[in-house]
C-alpha cells in the first residue's frame, strides 16, 4: 500500500511557510539553522519561559503565526536531558501525531544542540513519522473529518542530506513491511480468506521474491493432514504459501526460514469460542501477516540472506465436516495427535509448516510467529512476546533486535516436565495440555516438529493484534515482529 506520508530531505534553510518543527533538550538550547530561525522569528525564548517548557521527552511548545509574515506554526520539541539516550523513532512518532491535520507541509529542522543530527537520527525520527501516520480507513464509506487521510509532506532539513535519503531507503523498506502486515491484519474475514491471502503473498514477485502456493490438492498429496484437518470445516480452502528470497551471493547458502500461522478466522470450531469478542479473530494471521511483511522488507532493500517465508492459512469453522474432540490426525512428521480442543488449531498448521520447512530446505535455523495461546497474555500482557527456543544463541540474538527495535521478547521455559503434560493416552501427543501454563505446553508441541534445528517461537497473541495504542501505532493491527525479525537478519544474517 502506498503511504499518504512524503518523507524528502534537504540542506538546511529558514522556511517561510507552513509548519516548522524545532528539537531541543533540556539546555533549551538551538544551534545552526534552528538558532538562526530562533533569533530571526522572535519571541521563542520567551514563549519557553511563559509556559514553563523544560525540553522534557515527548513535550511540545506549540506556537501559532509569531509575526506576519514566516511559518503559519512552530512547535518545540522536547527530547529530555542532554545526556540521556533518545528514543528517535518514538520522538518522530510523538511529532506526527502533534501535527495538526490541516497542516500538509512540514518541515523539521534537524540542528540539534549537540550538532547537527546524523543522518540514522533522522531516518529513525521519520521512520517514527512513518509509522504513526499509518490508518485503515477503506471501508469507510461516510468518513468522518477525523477519519479523512490527508496527504503529508514532511521535509527534513539535515546536513547530510544525501546520507540521510540512504539510511531512510532502508527504513522505508521496514516501514512498507511494517504497514503491509498492519494492512492484512486488519482487513475482515470476509475479504482476507486463505486464497485471497495467499494471492496478496504472490505479489511479492513484483519485488523479486519468488512464490509458490499449495492448494489442498497439494498440502493432500504432500500429507499435511494436522494443517488440513484444522480448514475441513470450512468453505474456504486451505493454502500454503511459500516465499523465496534469494538475496545472498551463493544459492548454497543455508537459507533462514520464518514462519508464520495464518487462520484467518477462528471461531474455535467445533469447541466454539464464545461470542463476546469473537470478531477479533480476523486477527488470528498475524504472525503470517508479519511473514509477508518481513519478506517485502527484505526484498525491497535487497538484504544478502537467503530467506524463506512460508504461512499456513486456514479457516477453523465448525460445521458437520469439522475435526472433533477425540479425532486423531497424522502429522506430515508421521506422528499422531489427539484433539483435545479444536480450538488449539495453530499449533496444528505451525506443526505440519515446521516440519516441511526443516525438511525440505535444511535451513540454517528457523523462526516461528503466531497469535497462540490467550494465556502468554496472562503471563506478559502487552509489552513483550512470548519466546521459546531451543538454542540459546538464537535466543539471544533475538532478544538483542527487539531491545533495538522495540519489539521486544521475553523468553520463556521449555523443559521435559513440560512436555510430559501433552503426552497422550491414545497417540503420540494431544493437542493441549491443559490450562496450566497453556503457552508453555503449546511450544513444546511445536518443539517436537523442528527437528533438531536451531528455532524460536514467538507467541504474539498479545502484541499482534489488538494492538497497544503508543507514539509509533494507532493501528488495531502493529505489524509486530516485521521491525524485529529484519534488524535480527541484517545484525546477524547477512553476508
Known amino acids: 500500500m502506498a503511504s499518504t506520508l512524503k518523507i524528502t530531505f534537504a540542506k538546511p534553510s529558514i522556511p517561510d511557510a507552513g509548519v516548522v518543527v524545532l528539537l531541543t533538550d533540556n539546555t533549551l538550547a538551538f544551534t ?27 513535550s511540545v511548545l506549540d506556537l501559532l503565526r509569531l509575526e506576519d509574515a514566516g511559518p503559519d506554526r ?22 506526527f501525531g502533534k501535527l495538526p491535520a490541516s497542516a500538509p507541509n512540514v518541515t523539521i529542522l534537524l540542528d ?10 533522522s531516518a529513525d525520527i521519520a521512520l517514527g513519522a512513518r509509522l504513526r501516520a499509518y490508518s485503515f480507513t477503506k471501508y469507510k464509506g461516510r468518513k468522518k ?18 546520507a540521510a535519503r540512504k539510511a531512510w531507503k532502508l527504513r522505508e523498506a521496514a516501514a512498507d513491511g511494517v504497514d503491509l502486515a498492519r494492512e492484512l491484519v486488519n482487513e475482515p474475514p470476509n475479504i482476507l480468506n486463505p486464497a485471497e491471502f495467499a494471492q496478496r503473498a504472490t505479489e511479492l514477485s ?15 498429496k504432500i500429507g499435511m493432514r494436522a494443517l488440513l484437518a484444522v480448514g475441513q470445516g470450512s468453505s474456504n480452502r486451505s493454502r500454503v504459501a511459500v516465499m523465496h528470497w534469494k538475496g545472498a551471493k551463493s544459492p548454497k547458502v543455508k537459507p533462514v526460514v520464518f514462519v508464520g500461522k ?37 526484498a525491497a532493500r535487497k538484504a544478502k540472506v537467503n530467506a524463506i517465508g ?13 475435526q472433533r474432540p477425540g479425532d486423531i490426525v497424522t502429522s506430515l512428521s508421521g506422528q499422531t495427535i489427539e484433539i483435545i480442543n479444536t480450538d488449539a488449531e495453530g499449533r496444528l498448521v505451525l506443526a505440519d509448516v515446521l516440519w516441511y520447512a526443516q525438511d525440505r530446505f535444511e535451513p540454517a535455523l528457523m523462526v516461528n510467529l503466531a497469535t497462540l495461546t ?11 512476546a512470548g519466546m521459546f527456543s531451543n538454542n540459546d544463541e538464537l535466543a539471544g540474538k533475538l532478544t538483542a533486535a527487539g531491545l533495538a527495535t522495540g519489539d521486544k521478547v521475553w523468553r520463556m521455559p521449555l523443559s521435559p516436565g513440560y512436555d510430559k503434560m501433552i503426552d497422550s493416552k491414545f497417540a503420540d501427543m494431544k493437542n493441549t495440555g491443559g490450562r496450566h501454563a497453556g503457552s508453555i505446553t503449546a511450544a513444546q508441541f511445536l518443539q517436537r516438529f523442528v527437528n533438531g534445528v536451531p528455532w524460536a517461537h514467538l507467541d504474539i497473541a498479545g502484541t499482534g493484534m489488538s494492538a497497544p495504542q503508543t507514539d509509533t501505532n494507532r493501528s488495531w493491527g502493529s505489524g509486530w515482529g516485521v521491525r524485529l525479525l529484519d534488524r535480527f537478519v541484517a545484525d546477524y544474517a547477512e553476508e
Not at 112 to 121: C, H, N, V, Y
Request: net charge negative; glycine share 14%; aromatic share 4%.
Open 145 to 162: 473529518d477525523d477519519d479523512e487521510v490527508v496527504a503529508r509532506k514532511v521535509t527534513f532539513a539535515v546536513a547530510d542530506d544525501a
Open 206 to 220: 513484483s519485488l523479486g521474491v519468488e512464490v509458490e502456493i499449495l492448494d489442498e490438492a497439494r498440502l493432500t
Open 374 to 384: 490467550g494465556a502468554v497474555l496472562v503471563a506478559l500482557g502487552q509489552e513483550h
Open 310 to 322: 512460508i504461512i499456513g492459512l486456514v479457516e477453523n469453522m465448525p460445521d458437520g465436516n469439522a
Open 74 to 95: 512552530v512547535m518545540v520539541v522536547g527530547i529530555g536531558a542532554a545526556e540521556e539516550p533518545v528514543d528517535w523513532v518514538k520522538i518522530g512518532g510523538y511529532i
Open 262 to 298: 495464518g487462520v484467518t478466522f477462528d471461531t474455535g470450531g467445533i469447541s466454539i469460542k464464545p461470542a463476546a469478542n469473537m470478531e477479533d479473530m480476523k486477527g488470528d494471521m498475524a504472525g503470517a501477516a508479519c511473514v509477508v511483511g518481513l519478506m517485502h522488507t527484505l
Open 112 to 121: 540539534l544542540p549537540s550538532g547537527p543530527a546524523s543522518a540514522d537520527i
Open 32 to 58: 545552526g539553522t534552528a538558532a538562526m530561525f530562533v533569533e530571526r522569528i522572535g519571541g521563542i525564548s520567551r514563549a519557553t519561559k511563559v509556559d514553563r517548557f523544560t525540553g522534557k521527552s515527548s
